[in-house]
């Protein structure tokens, strides 16, 4: 997996779709945030996958360049409320949120301006009969579990259901998983597909029915938009613009795990 993406990137520098050092010289420089975990199919600690690749490509068709930072979820949403960094991807919607940063689109964020749309999906311990239907659990004698600060746990929480939020990988969540401390685990789609493939496949299953599925977006510090307005605009549409590109479009079928919106397909993919 990890040569496709190094292959695709050297793609897309021969397309002229990622920005380089000698391309940036003399351009303002926003500092972004990300988790430090891969969530594949949309990003690589080394800086591979989707979410590089496109914004990359905001950069040079904006003018700017953009430094990526990998660090703690909840670490990287506290450095943007507090205007450390200039923004933070990818992020999902809650209101909750709105205190951190900006969403294109303000108050009701914009789909159409996102990064991407990825989905949770529930895992379970083979043998287990702990189900989701698409509308409630059924037969569900303990906790849920999921990573700490994802936004699947207000959707647990709304379903009444009780929660386990101590792990920051999703490794150590599926680990949490088999040893039976959590009875089922909510992950986003690339990891629920990569992990269950893994060593672990023996051991667990993806219940079919989608938890949610949600858009994420490119969160910029409420700083920047404040100082900048027009700049942040600039850069949430040329998301839409990058997105909706040919080659771009291209590239996610040939990486999504899960059909994209208006790919063709009905909605799919999933993460934060």
Known sequence: MQRIFTTGALAFCLLGLAASPAMAAGKPTLQ?????????????????????????????RAGIQFGYESMPWKRCLAQLKANQVDGAFAVSFSTERLELGAYPGGLKPDPERRLHVDRYLLVRRKGSRVNWNGKAFQNLDGRVGFQLGYSVGDFLRRQGVLV??????????LQKLLSGRV???????????????????????????????KPYYLL??????????????????????????????KRERELSVFPQPGSGSAHAGFQR
């Not at 700083?223 to 080659?247: G, Y």
């Open 164 to 173: 386990d939020e101590g792990s920051q990988r999703s490794d150590e969540l």
């Open 183 to 213: 009875e089922a685990a909510a992950l986003g789609g690339g990891d629920a597909m990569r992990l269950v493939r893994g060593k672990m496949a023996e051991q667990l299953e993806l219940l079919p029915a989608p938890l949610l599925e």
């Open 220 to 249: 910029l510090s409420n700083d920047l938009v404040k100082r900048q307005p027009q700049l942040a605009e600039r850069i949430w549409n040329t998301v839409l613009e990058v997105r909706n590109s040919p080659a771009y479009r």
């Open 32 to 60: 972004l945030c990300f988790e430090r975990e891969e969530v594949l199919p949309w990003r690589t600690l080394d800086g591979g996958g989707l979410n590089f690749e496109l914004l990359n490509e905001v950069a040079r």
